[in-house]
């Protein structure tokens, strides 16, 4: 079946603008996760949603970002007022269990965001 | 703090050598460590995933091995083939509840004809 997908793939802004990055996860998987990759660095955990609990916003970095998710499914990952720092790839990946451990985390290929 | 940590940074070897990447962590308590392959341009996949139990797991040319007592994991790839270039990722989670894991930065591996 389908996996998980991300748009767009490459998204260029300038500074301050806002931007919506979007993942579609597979269908029928509860857990959703936002991740940041910048260059050389690990994953850095930004969200977490888990059925129609509240989400795990520990992660996100500042108030600039939010996140999304709509009818269990699509989530919209949005980042406002954009900075250089923000430049990274924006992984999203889901699972099909409630707890997270030991199960396998889906990636999607990414968006590649650069802000100039 | 949990962190995991991955050696070497890089590593380039000629196709149809052995190569092994090293992971130390330090996540408590532990509940499982997953080895992640990332081609360029793409999200991690899954290679291998392995609890406290065990020590040795295959997936076809990669043996991943678990010493729990050292807290430490390797990956062992056999007769390298230029797909295998791409960046592993060490994944440790850690049990109680906790459903965010821990990434190591990766190795990046290179595959040299």
């Known amino acids: 079946g389908a996996g998980v997908s991300q748009s767009p793939s490459n998204k260029v802004t300038e500074k301050g603008k806002d931007v919506e990055l979007r993942c579609d996860p597979i269908?029928?998987?509860?857990?959703l996760y936002w991740y940041r990759q910048s260059l050389g660095q690990g994953l850095e955990f930004l969200i977490y949603?888990?059925?129609?609990?509240?989400?795990?916003k520990s992660g996100l970095p500042s108030d600039r970002f939010s996140a999304e998710r709509t009818g269990g499914s699509v989530s919209t990952l949005t980042i406002q007022r954009t900075q250089q720092e923000d430049s990274a790839v924006y992984l999203c990946?889901?699972?099909?269990?409630?707890?997270?451990?030991?199960?396998?985390?889906?990636f999607g290929p990414g968006t590649r965001l650069t802000v100039t | 703090k949990n962190q995991v940590e991955q050696s070497p940074q890089s590593l380039i070897i000629l196709e149809g050598k052995n190569c092994t990447l090293q992971c130390n962590y330090t996540v408590s308590p532990f509940s499982n460590l997953r080895w992640y392959k990332q081609d360029t341009g793409r999200g991690p996949v899954s290679l291998t995933i392995?609890?406290?139990?065990?020590n040795t797991k295959s997936n076809g040319r990669y043996t991943a091995t678990l010493d729990a007592d050292t807290k430490q994991s390797s990956l062992h790839i056999t007769a390298s083939q230029l797909s295998d270039s791409a960046s592993y990722i060490c994944v440790v989670s850690a049990t109680g509840g906790s459903y965010i894991p821990t990434f190591g930065r990766g190795t990046s591996l290179i595959v040299h004809p």
């Open positions: 990946a889901s699972s099909s269990y409630s707890t997270g451990t030991g199960v396998e985390q889906y």
């Open positions: 392995m609890t406290f139990s065990e």
């Open positions: 269908s029928g998987h509860t857990a």
């Open positions: 949603f888990q059925g129609n609990s509240a989400p795990d």
